[in-house]
């Protein structure tokens, strides 16, 4: 069991930075694919961001592309989400998650935090 705890998120003017923070305990998510995910209220789940376990490639879903960043601390067992050039439509519950498969399908991730509000101001 990988039992993950999101933390980073607040209240933050469009245009500002945030930086989300996924830790992980149970057992080690070095062999784990990592998402982050973003629900808004009355949307589906979307994915937002995901890292590979074994070459660290990453892929983003396009409306974030160039501004957000996804990486990994295999050593601290973390996962992290820096958020540039924030938003108002960025503004949701975000969540991370850990997948055996490497998908962008929420699904396909077996094992999940329990979120973290974003919330950008015009």
């Known amino acids: 069991q990988v039992q993950l705890v999101e933390s980073g998120g607040g209240l933050v003017q469009a245009g500002g930075s945030l930086r989300l923070s996924c830790a992980a305990s149970?057992?080690?998510?070095?062999?784990?694919?990592m998402g982050w995910f973003r629900q808004a209220p009355g949307k589906e789940r979307e994915f937002v961001a995901t890292?590979?376990?074994?070459?660290?490639?990453?892929y983003y879903t396009d409306s974030v592309k160039g501004r957000f960043t996804i990486s990994r601390d295999n050593a601290k067992n973390a996962v992290y989400l820096q958020m540039n050039s924030l938003k108002p439509e960025d503004t949701a519950f975000y969540y991370c998650?850990?997948?055996?498969?490497?998908?962008?399908?929420?699904?396909?991730?077996?094992?999940w935090g329990q979120g973290t509000q974003v919330t950008v101001s015009s």
């Open positions: 998650a850990a997948s055996r498969i490497g998908s962008i399908v929420p699904s396909h991730y077996n094992y």
């Open positions: 149970g057992r080690t998510i070095s062999t784990y694919h």
């Open positions: 890292i590979m376990w074994n070459v660290d490639s990453t």
